[in-house]
């Protein structure tokens, strides 16, 4: 299947700083990708849509300008957590799904997540 | 809420016996998705089914789709220790407003342990 590169794994980061996270789809195009962030134990919220060449659509209550999404390629998106603070420690998760026709039959394939801790 | 809702929230089993999780969502739906997760890692698709489809088969797993009920499970047969996972349902939903679109959505997971 394809593969999702997502970096870094892991990261502690000192709170007021900026953390920013990688995705990279490394065998296809894909126009869109999705960010989420999903607490322990907990289901995965999705927090927005990155697309390529254009804004990201953010869900309702996720801060624009506190979770910064950049998709300037077709295989790269990034997501960057400005002004970290502990609130904002969590694990984040890229996916993306395979560029074509019928895009929404396909299956979505993950990065390997980014676990954030900010002291 | 967002998500869907699945059920059990969590599953003790001993190796050899079957799991099954259920899934019900609240809107009209292209497809439906399963996925794994093991700790602290990202998901893995396990088995897509989509709106037209009753039940799909692949390997030791089952998905049944019942699109009036909206909901749906994943049969895990003759499971083993490494089957011990988190399991989420997905679908290309946006379960506040209805209607489908290409984001995926996931429900509440169910928290499968298999007991050696």
């Known amino acids: 299947g394809a593969v999702v590169s997502q970096h870094p794994s892991w990261v502690i980061c000192k709170s007021g700083t900026s953390v920013k996270i990688e995705c990279r789809s490394l065998d296809f195009q894909a126009t869109t990708m999705f960010w989420y962030r999903q607490f322990p134990k907990q289901s995965l919220m999705l927090m927005a849509t990155?697309?390529?060449?254009?804004?990201?659509?953010?869900e309702q209550g996720v801060e624009k300008d506190k979770f910064l999404i950049n998709h300037a390629s077709l295989t790269l998106s990034t997501l960057t957590v400005t002004s970290a603070h502990p609130e904002d420690s969590s694990f984040y998760i890229c996916s993306a799904r395979v560029r074509g026709t019928g895009v929404m039959n396909t299956e979505a394939f993950f990065g390997q997540g980014t676990r954030l801790t900010v002291v | 809420s967002q998500q869907g809702e699945e059920d059990p929230q969590a599953l003790s089993i001993q190796e050899g016996e079957n799991a099954t999780m259920n899934c019900s969502y609240k809107t009209s739906i292209n497809n439906l998705q399963w996925y794994r997760q093991n700790s602290g890692r990202g998901l893995v698709h396990l088995i897509l089914?989509?709106?037209?489809?009753r039940e799909k088969h692949s390997g030791r797993l089952r998905v049944t789709l019942d699109t009036s009920k909206k909901s749906s499970s994943l049969l895990i047969t003759a499971s083993r220790a490494a089957d011990t996972a988190s399991y989420f349902c997905?679908?290309?939903?946006?379960?506040?407003?209805?209607?489908?679109?290409?984001?995926?959505?996931f429900g509440t997971g169910t928290l499968l342990a298999v007991q050696p």
């Open positions: 089914i989509r709106s037209n489809e």
């Open positions: 997905a679908t290309d939903g946006d379960l506040r407003y209805g209607g489908a679109t290409n984001k995926l959505i």
């Open positions: 990155s697309n390529e060449g254009s804004k990201a659509t953010y």
